[in-house]
């Protein structure tokens, strides 16, 4: 089973922030918090991971609490091409799992113009 | 562009046929995963290889055949599938099975069994 959990749904104004939030309160120390996307029909995009502090890239931000036990996924400016399933991944302590990345149902997000 | 190929995109087959999906990935890469996502329901992991050798096999029924002849190239064997196996498969890989490094993924393969 997935170790996070993710609100089903959220909208988006176009050009306005996106903020999705994620909580993974059973979390290890060192597991790793990973963000990735899906558009309908294609495979999963990376976005961004981390483990304790914050992280940015070219498109996304990722802000971790202090206890770990929550992160916020930030696009700055969403557009209409940011519409995806998001998915927050816990990705799992090494032993039979493998550290492999166990999808859970994500958030739909909506940028509506 | 992820650096990992996926062909056919579509596959349609019949439940007596055998075929097989091709996945290439050019990254360097030494591990590759086969996912699968059926309608509605979450990516679930079918298998693992990590420099050629499986390492996990997620109870898999036995109609599906991986094969990782080297750390490039991954292939499933289908053969007597069941309408119920229709579905996208996605290959994946990443640098080795450490938890930090990143895991990308193909555009799948989408397969329909009539």
């Known amino acids: 089973d997935a170790k996070t959990t993710q609100p089903p749904s959220m909208d988006c104004a176009e050009g306005r922030a996106a903020n999705l939030p994620c909580n993974h309160s059973t979390i290890s120390g060192n597991e790793y918090v990973y963000w990735y996307r899906q558009i309908h029909s294609q495979g999963p995009q990376y976005i961004i991971h981390g483990l304790k502090n914050n992280e940015t890239n070219e498109m996304a931000s990722l802000i971790i609490t202090e206890d770990r036990k929550s992160s916020t996924l930030i696009l700055p400016h969403a557009t209409l091409r940011d519409t995806a399933v998001y998915y927050c991944?816990?990705?799992?302590?090494?032993?039979?799992?493998?550290?492999?990345?166990?999808f859970g149902k994500g958030t739909k997000l909506s940028v509506k113009p | 562009e992820t650096g990992v190929t996926q062909t056919p995109r579509h596959l349609v087959m019949g439940m007596t046929n055998k075929k097989s999906l091709k996945c290439e990935q050019h990254l360097g890469h030494n591990a590759m995963y086969w996912y699968k996502q059926s309608a509605k329901k979450p990516l679930e992991l079918m298998f693992v290889?990590?420099?050629?050798?499986?390492?996990e096999n997620n109870s898999v029924p036995s109609r599906f055949s991986p094969e990782c002849p080297n750390s490039s190239h991954l292939f499933l064997h289908l053969h007597t599938l069941q309408p119920e196996d229709s579905a996208l498969y996605l290959c994946a890989s990443s640098q080795d099975l450490q938890r930090g490094n990143t895991i990308y993924f193909g555009e799948g393969s989408w397969l329909t069994v009539v």
């Open positions: 991944i816990v990705r799992v302590a090494a032993g039979g799992s493998q550290g492999n990345l166990i």
């Open positions: 290889y990590n420099f050629k050798e499986q390492t």
